[in-house]
C-alpha cells in the first residue's frame, strides 16, 4: 500500500522517528494505529457512559448551568483515570 502525507504530517512522522524510539514509519503507523483500536474500544465500552454524559451537558445547557473548560478537563481526567482500572 501506498500512503501519500500530507506536509504538515511528514513533518510529525520525522519528528517521531529522530525522537528515536521507532525505527521505520511503518513502526510509527503501528502504534498509531494500536492507539485508535484503544480508543475505539473504550467508546464502545463507555458508549452508554459517554450518552448520558453528553446528555447531562446538553440539560445543564438548557439550564444555562455552563462548566468552564477547566471543569471539563478535570472531568476527562477522572473519566480517563476510571477507564484504565
Known sequence: ???TLTPESEE???RRLSEGR???PAEVMET????????????????EELEAAIQ???E??????L??????RTHLA????QSQR
Do not use: F, H, P
Not at 462548566?67 to 471539563?72: G, K, M, R
Open 32 to 47: 498509531a494505529l494500536d492507539i485508535l483500536d484503544d480508543l475505539d474500544d473504550v467508546i464502545v465500552r463507555n458508549r
Open 56 to 58: 447531562v451537558g446538553i
Open 60 to 65: 445543564s445547557a438548557e439550564n444555562e448551568r
Open 67 to 72: 462548566y468552564t473548560a477547566e471543569e471539563v
Open 78 to 81: 477522572e473519566v480517563r483515570a
Open 12 to 14: 510529525r512522522l520525522q
Open 1 to 3: 500500500m501506498e500512503l
Open 22 to 24: 521507532w525505527k521505520s
